[in-house]
Each structure stands twice: as C-alpha cells, then as structure tokens.
C-alpha cells in the first residue's frame, strides 16, 4: 500500500542556485545554511521516495500576473526547467505521475477546491532549487513528482486556512491511493523575506521561530493570523509560509517528530531554512 513517509521543506531563492553553480558551498557566507542537508540526504537516502508531491510558488515562468490562478495542479508527463533570467543553469527535467496528479485533481474538486489542471507546465527555481540541494549530482531525479502551485504573488492571495485545508485534501487523495510507492511530501520557500519598498531586507527571526516550532505539532497556529498580517509578519514574499503549511496539511494527522533542521540568517536577504518532519512510528 501507498506510504507517506514524512516532509521535506527548504527554501528556495535563487542565489542557492548561483552558489551551487559557482562551487560556494563552504564559503562562510554560505556555509551555515549547506551544513543543513547532509542529513536531510541521508534521511532520503534511507527512505527511498518514489514520488514528491511537491507545494511551491511559480514566479512568472509558467503563470504572470495577467493569469494567476489561486491553485495550479500539474497533470503532465514531463516538467521542464527553463530559463528564467537569473543567470541560473537550465536544470533537468522531471518526470510526471499523471495518474497520482488526476486521482489527486479529482479529490481536490470532490472537495470544493476549483483548481487550474495543468496537462502542460514549466517549473522554476522553487521547483528545482530544493531537488538540487535534495539530490546533488544525479543524473536524473530519483522520484516522479506532483507539482502543486500556490499563488503568493497576485493579492488576493489565499489565507493559510485555505492552504492547510488544500493540503488535508491532498492527504486525503494519498490515502486513498492504491500502488506501493513511497511518497514524499515537500514544501518550498521563505522564510521571512521582502525584497522591495521600503521594508526590504526585513527579517523576523521570532516569527520563524514560531512556524518552525508549531509546524509538526500545531499547524493549526499558524493559520490564525489573516494573510495580510502574515504578509506584515513574514514580509511580501515570506507569505511562502503557505507552501509550508499547505504540505503539512498534506501529511495530514500523520504523529510526526523532526528528523533534522537548520536555520540560518540571511542568504540574499532571506531567512533560510530547512527541516525534515517524519513519522514519528
């Protein structure tokens, strides 16, 4: 039967793939934040997923401003990486499970989710950023993938209730799903971050510390605050939170302990993160 062992969640800014390009990871600046995935390798290594269901954020690669839809479901054969004007290497191409993707599109609108089905689509650095990190020097990636696209760029967005609650839905697919895969749910982004106006460069190690802290246990708490208030605690693009909580709802009431984690401030003006959750039985 399908097992659903546990989360992987990192950020994801662009500058990672700059210093993996140019060989920097145990360069002082970068160091502190690279010295936290050895052991999310290892953990993976252990665990062997055949497929990642995977939360992000697209940035204008496959979705722009004039259509931005809420919640994007791929449903492809293949993902491909494109250029995206960072100066950052065309990464290599995933592959699909539509099968999963439709049992899970199915349940989302069962569910009342009105999701954008996508049987074409292009991922970008948020995509392939945390698989460079996850799975350094392989020649294709290990596991198949469901990309799950969340809007955190073109107020309205959606509120972490909504995100937690998509998620619970997702869950809901995966156990319900007959194979005998083994599937890893990721989540990617943040932490605080704003990279424009007047506030750029905030950072809120308090707030950081809360969804960290309340993630596995109490992913509840983190949906009190309206998204506005997020957007003020966690700055413009720090509402990434959302991928976060919305693949911990995916784990659904699955008893969770924290394999590894690190945090780290700043890499180019963000507060990074990384941290496995995993059964705790």
Request: charged letters at 20%.
């Amino acid at each position: 039967m399908t097992e659903l062992i546990g989360g992987y969640f990192t950020s994801h800014v662009p500058a990672i793939g700059g210093a993996i390009a140019k060989g920097m990871q145990n360069e002082p600046y970068w160091k502190p934040f690279f010295d936290g995935f050895p052991p999310i390798r290892k953990w993976l290594g252990e665990k062997k997923p055949d497929v990642a269901i995977v939360f992000y954020n697209d940035h204008g690669l496959n979705f722009f401003l004039d259509k931005m839809p809420t919640f994007a479901v791929g449903a492809a054969h293949e993902y491909r990486n494109a250029d995206e004007g960072w100066g950052l290497p065309v990464y290599k191409s995933f592959r699909g499970d539509p099968a999963l993707s439709w049992h899970i599109i199915e349940t989302l609108v069962a569910s009342e989710f009105d999701v954008t089905t996508c049987q074409e689509m292009l991922v970008d650095h948020a995509m392939s950023i945390p698989f460079e990190l996850a799975w350094p020097d392989v020649a294709e990636w290990p596991v198949r993938i469901v990309p799950i696209a969340i809007n955190t760029v073109q107020h309205p967005l959606p509120s972490a209730k909504r995100c937690l609650a998509l998620g619970r839905a997702v869950n809901k697919a995966l156990t319900s799903w007959k194979s005998d895969d083994r599937i890893v749910v990721i989540g990617t982004g943040g932490l605080s971050h704003q990279l424009d106006g007047p506030r750029a460069g905030f950072i809120n190690k308090e707030y950081d510390r809360f969804c960290l802290d309340n993630l596995a246990a109490n992913p509840d708490a983190l949906t009190k605050d309206s998204i506005l208030r997020i957007v003020e605690l966690a700055g413009t693009q720090g509402v990434e939170i959302l991928n976060w909580i919305a693949a911990r709802g995916a784990l659904g009431d699955l008893a969770l302990k924290k394999r590894t984690e690190n945090y780290h401030v700043p890499i180019s003006n963000t507060a990074a993160a990384s941290l496995v959750l995993e059964r705790a039985a």
